[in-house]
Every structure is written in structure tokens, then in C-alpha cells.
């Protein structure tokens, strides 16, 4: 076997994490079932209060997933069927299926290229007489252009639910990402920069009357127990991963530091590399804090730059390959190729490369190498 195969370097581990918070961790659980309150005890609340102060905003609602935050969330300020609902097609489908599932119907505007977020230039045109909300994505932890968004969005009254289900902790000018809209939808997907050790999801709102409506409608549209105000759903974040959540949360700071700085390690040492070999590194926008969920770079012959990492035994992986307009379950939306070329050429190049706050400087220094490497022997491929 080659020294490249024997290196072993994942895109996303939590193996070194959790060893280091092993016996805290074991006694987080160990309080949970002491206590024995399984669901909605003095976790999640405690966790509310935290994750909203730290998004500053009033209220957090902790949910089922982030797929869920955003369903409820939508279906909380009205959103029903008939409505349009406008978002990027560059995101995970849990963004759009929340629209399809409140019954509304998802509208795509393309992204920018360089951040791959939602392009607020290309709001107005998509904007009909349906129109209710927008959905800005924070993708990989980077913001979204929030005061153009909120811009077009108050010009013609539409809501805002803000994705931030890759981006807690990230900044827009000085705000928070999920402050900026009516409600921000967080996720706590075991990978996400907070993670649970499950699925995990909050709505953060300043508006009272939205959070105490999502507290209704994830027990089932109740108010006071066994009587239903209207419909809606099981969706409650478990007390024993908000205890977790809670514990972990005292790292954050800390782990996105280490994720800026591991960034930026990337970014130096790619350097001149990145014009030479036509890599495009990511974006910080000025006046913005990226969480860098993911460090994502692009590059015209990513399949085969993927192929070789992996071959390399390095973990890179692709989000995402289809861009939703191109789903099949959206074919009756009636969008077809060519419609958004900035989500389809970013479908086409994008790779995240490894990015989890334990790794280290020299596994950084091995993935750049490994990726000239990959880069060079693609191009010398591709002339052949
Ligand atoms: C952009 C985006 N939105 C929504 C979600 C849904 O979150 P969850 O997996 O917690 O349902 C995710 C999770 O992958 C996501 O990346």
C-alpha cells in the first residue's frame, strides 16, 4: 500500500471531541435520568434561554429538527397552501420541503457566485401577488446578504424565515444570523457547529406571539394539556440532547475560533496554488463572521479531484449535486437546465473539504498537499 492510502483524514469526525468530553458527558446523561423529566424538563428551557441570548433575540423554541423549525415556523406565520414562498436552490432539500409541506409553493431565485448564497438582486423579479415569505440560506456558516434581503422583504411586506440551520454563531454586520428575520431556524444535526447526539432543531424569534404559537404547535396544538387549539405536530427537542447541547455549548466560541483559524491556515496555504490550479477558495463578505460549517472550495474538475482525495483516504464530500429546481419531486414545478447557472455550475464544482474543530494543523498541511497534488494530476489527466 502507497503512504497515500495510508493516510486517513475524515471530512467530519467527532471521535476526538467526544473522547475529550467523555467523562463530562457521561455525567450529563447521568443527570438526565436522575432527573428522570425526558421531555420539556429544565434542559430545554435552560437551552432556550441560551441559544436566543447567544442569537440575541427574546424567545427560542427548541423542535424535533431543522427541518421541522423551518416547517413550524412557516406554518406558524401563516403560511398555507397557495401561498409562494421564495428561497435559493442551492441548499439542503429540507429548505424547500418545508415550503411543499405547509402546502405553499417554493420559488427559486439563483445564488451569488462567489458565497453561494441567495442573490437579493434577483428577489424582485420572483416576487408575485402570492408571494408571503422569503427563506434566506447562511450556507456552510456563511450569511447570507441580510440588510438587501430585509430590504426587499419589507418594501413588499413578506416575512423572513432565516435558514441558519449551517450558521449558528455567524454574523451579519454585527447581528446574528436568525435575529435579522422573523424567525431563524437552527439545526443541531450531530454535524452542525453545534451538534446533538441526534436530531435537534430551535426556532429564535423576538416575536412572542410567533414563539409562543411554535410552542403550541410542536405539542400537537395544545395549550394546556389534551385540549387542541389546531393542528400540529410531535416535534419537541428531547431533554437529554438539550443537556448535551448545553454542555457542548460552552465550546462554541472556542470551536468556531478553531474553525476561523483553520480557514485560514487553508486559505494561506493554498495561497498562489488557488490561481495557478483554478481553485476558488471561500468568502468572507466584508462585515461578516462565518461560522465556516464547511470549508468549500470550487473547481472545475471536482469529480475527479474528489476521486482522488478519496483514494488518498481523505474525506471531501459534495453539497450538494442536484440543485433542487433539477429534483424530480420538483419537475411539476415547471423549471428546467440553464434556469439558475450559478446553482448549477456550483453543483457541478463545489467540495467541502475536511473541517471539524480537532483537526489539526498538520492534517490541514495534508489535505492542501494532497489537493495540488489532485489538482495537478487531474489538469495532466485532462490534457491527455
Ligand atoms: C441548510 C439546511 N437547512 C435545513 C436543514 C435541516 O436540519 P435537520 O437535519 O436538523 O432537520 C439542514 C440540515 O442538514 C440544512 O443544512
Redesign the pocket.
Known sequence: MSEQQIVKIPAFSLKRQNLELRAALRECFLNVVDQSQFILGNHVSALEKKIAAWCGVNHGVGV???????YLALQALGITPGDEVITTPF??F??AG?ISRVGAKPVFVDIEKTTWNMNPMKLKAAITKGTKAIIP???YGCPANMSEIMLVASTHDLKVVE?S??ALGAKFKEMSVGSWGDAG?V???P??VLGAFG???MVVTNDSELASRISRLRLHGSRIKYHHDEIGSNSRLDELQAAILHLKSEYSEQWTERRRSIADLYGRLFGEYANQLGIRLPVEPAGTYHVY?QYTIAIAYRDRLHQYLTDCGIGSAI?YPVPLHLQPVYSSLGYSHGDFPEAEAASRQVLSLPMFPELTDEEVNVVVAAVVRGCKESLIGMDN
Not at 424535533?64 to 423551518?70: E, F, H
Open positions: 424535533g429538527n431543522g427541518s421541522d423549525a423551518l441548499t439542503f429540507a429548505t418545508a440560506v447562511h450556507l435558514d440551520a449551517q431556524c439545526s443541531f444535526f454535524t452542525k436530531d435537534g432543531g460549517h453539497y
